[in-house]
């Protein structure tokens, strides 16, 4: 089973997330802020990370630049999710180094299709 590490604080959006997720035959781990989501990724290397850019205690961003940093959770695709729908946003979170950015509310379809071209790209945690 494909197993997702979702970073979000909020709790209306995890909640839809990972119930969204795990009728998609997901694994889903919740970590609710940045510094949660680093120990995580670090204990359970998921196959692709859904990191929320606006978060407390290490935002987002910082935790991305951390977890492609670290040698284990280097290679692990991470899509940044943000309600910030501005170009700089978006280019902000790739240089941070996620593999890809979506916006909220969540457009389910598109985000399962950014998921599915992570996931197929070959890159994993192993």
Same mark, same amino acid.
């Given at each position: 089973m494909t197993h997702i590490l979702l970073v979000e604080d909020n709790e209306m959006n995890w909640d839809v997330l990972r119930t969204w997720l795990m009728r998609r035959g997901f694994e889903v781990?919740?970590?609710?802020d940045g510094e949660? *989501? !680093?120990v995580k990724a670090q204990e359970q290397h998921p196959d692709l990370i859904l990191m929320d850019m606006s978060l407390p205690i290490i935002d987002g961003w910082e935790a991305t630049r951390r977890l492609k940093k670290a040698a284990n959770t280097a290679a692990i695709p991470i899509? *940044? !999710?943000?309600a910030h729908a501005m170009n700089n946003d978006r280019d902000k979170a790739l240089s941070a180094g996620c593999n890809d950015y979506d916006t909220k509310p969540v457009d389910f379809k598109r985000l399962l299709g950014k998921i599915q071209r992570q996931l197929s790209a070959g890159v994993t945690s192993e």
């Amino acid at each position: 089973m494909t197993h997702i590490l979702l970073v979000e604080d909020n709790e209306m959006n995890w909640d839809v997330l990972r119930t969204w997720l795990m009728r998609r035959g997901f694994e889903v781990t919740l970590a609710t802020d940045g510094e949660q *989501g !680093l120990v995580k990724a670090q204990e359970q290397h998921p196959d692709l990370i859904l990191m929320d850019m606006s978060l407390p205690i290490i935002d987002g961003w910082e935790a991305t630049r951390r977890l492609k940093k670290a040698a284990n959770t280097a290679a692990i695709p991470i899509i *940044g !999710l943000s309600a910030h729908a501005m170009n700089n946003d978006r280019d902000k979170a790739l240089s941070a180094g996620c593999n890809d950015y979506d916006t909220k509310p969540v457009d389910f379809k598109r985000l399962l299709g950014k998921i599915q071209r992570q996931l197929s790209a070959g890159v994993t945690s192993e």
